[in-house]
């Protein structure tokens, strides 16, 4: 069994979510600041990119699993083991608690792309709002967004993960930054103060290249109730023109009990 360690940070201190912050998310029973789980899921995928390179960027299904919060310091140990046509890296911290998995294949054939989410969309006028439960309109698409990834910032989120894999100098997206966009799109229309990534199922089809404008577009399909929790999954699709590129089922509580 491969391991690879890494000590977590929490960039995330000034973001509008304040789960990131150390008065909040004591509020809320947590000893600390939590970092982001896209961090996370970062530091998940060295080890498969490591083994596969841009074969595992260009064909495969990951089911991320979070667990329980990493802190800002924590000394991350992930391991990697294989059976069959399956991949898991589990992320344990020093204490030997396990924090996340991440499940991964490269099947023959991938997922079917949501539809509602494959077509242009006529943007909507209203601005953002706070999420609420009557708020989210199930299967009502969102405005679409584009972004080009620059090497600077493809370096950024490559550095933020402490991944030094020389994939993402040699011109390839960090699948942390396509995480981080999935974050975004929540994001970009509801004001969400305190809210918790959970879990993702991530499809990548082609590799995402630097300096590849992408057009981001995403719709929710569920929204549900569990022990005073409300959550969200959101379905996003990463097109580069009429190329689906990347895909995620992207789930989060939006609304934590008190």
Not at 74 to 91: A, H, M
Not at 129 to 137: A, H, L, V
Not at 166 to 172: F, P, Q, R
Request: aromatic content about 8%; charged content about 25%; some cysteine.
């Amino acid at each position: 069994m491969a391991q690879y360690e890494v000590t977590a940070r929490n960039f995330s201190e000034s973001s509008e979510n304040r789960m990131h912050s150390d008065d909040i998310a004591q509020k809320f029973g947590f000893k600390g600041a939590l970092v982001p789980g896209v961090a996370v899921y970062g530091h998940l995928t060295h080890p498969l990119v490591e083994r596969f390179g841009e074969t595992w960027l260009a064909n495969s299904v990951s089911d991320l699993r979070l667990l329980k919060p990493a802190y800002d310091g924590d000394r991350l140990i992930l391991s990697l083991s294989e059976s069959d046509d399956q991949q898991t890296v589990q992320c344990h911290n020093a204490d030997g608690e396990l924090l996340a998995t991440l499940i991964s294949s490269s099947p023959d054939e991938l997922p079917t792309p949501e539809p509602k989410a494959t077509f242009e969309q006529p943007p909507k006028s209203n601005g953002r709002i706070e999420i609420e439960w009557d708020q989210i309109e199930i299967n009502q698409p969102f405005n679409e967004w584009q972004v080009t990834v620059d090497q600077a910032t493809n370096q950024t989120y490559a550095s933020q993960v402490a991944d030094d894999l020389s994939t993402y100098t040699d011109g390839l997206v960090h699948p942390h930054f396509l995480l981080s966009s999935a974050n975004k799109a929540l994001m970009e229309e509801y004001v969400m103060p305190t809210w918790i990534h959970v879990g993702s199922e991530t499809r990548h089809r082609l590799p995402v290249k630097v300096k590849d404008t992408l057009t981001v577009r995403s719709v929710p399909l569920e929204r549900w109730q569990k022990k005073g929790h409300e959550f969200i999954r959101l379905y996003v699709s990463y097109w580069r023109g009429d190329e689906l590129t990347t895909d995620i089922l992207h789930t989060a509580i939006y609304k934590i009990a008190s």
